[in-house]
């Protein structure tokens, strides 16, 4: 038996859109640095904002934002679905942090992050 431990994405600039998605998700904050993590990225000629690898810790899974050598180029296999109580309101609410709105549906709207990943917004409008 399994359990699933972390969600790992690929990304551009891990820092920014672990930055963005901490800021989406409820509960979810970007793991903070303690001297020793610091020292190891300064040796590696490394910050924060430059990591290859930030994660996000929260109510579920981590979840990791890795740097990746090649851009998107293709539709996400596997994409969030976030539930809200008002989805005008957060959809506002995430445009303002760099997402976008890709297509309307009855019970759900289909966004972009700002690295163009898809997720879902479902719930009453």
């Not at 431990?5 to 690929?10: A, C, M, P, Q, S």
């Not at 551009?12 to 190891?40: I, N």
Request: proline residues 6%; negative net charge.
């Amino acid at each position: 038996m399994a359990r699933l431990k972390e969600i790992v994405i690929d990304a551009e600039h891990p820092a920014a859109l672990a930055r963005f998605w901490a800021a989406a998700l409820d509960t979810y904050r970007v793991r903070g640095y303690d001297p020793a993590e610091l020292a190891r990225l300064a040796g590696l000629c490394l910050t924060p904002d430059t990591d290859p690898a930030v994660a996000l810790d929260g109510n579920g899974p981590t979840i990791f934002f890795q740097a990746a050598a090649t851009a998107k180029t293709a539709r996400s296999r596997l994409h969030f679905d976030l539930e809200t109580t008002a989805r005008g309101l957060e959809i506002s609410r995430l445009e303002q942090l760099g997402a976008r709105v890709r297509d309307h549906h009855e019970s759900f709207t289909v966004m972009l992050d700002p690295e163009g990943n898809e997720f879902c917004l479902v719930g009453p409008i």
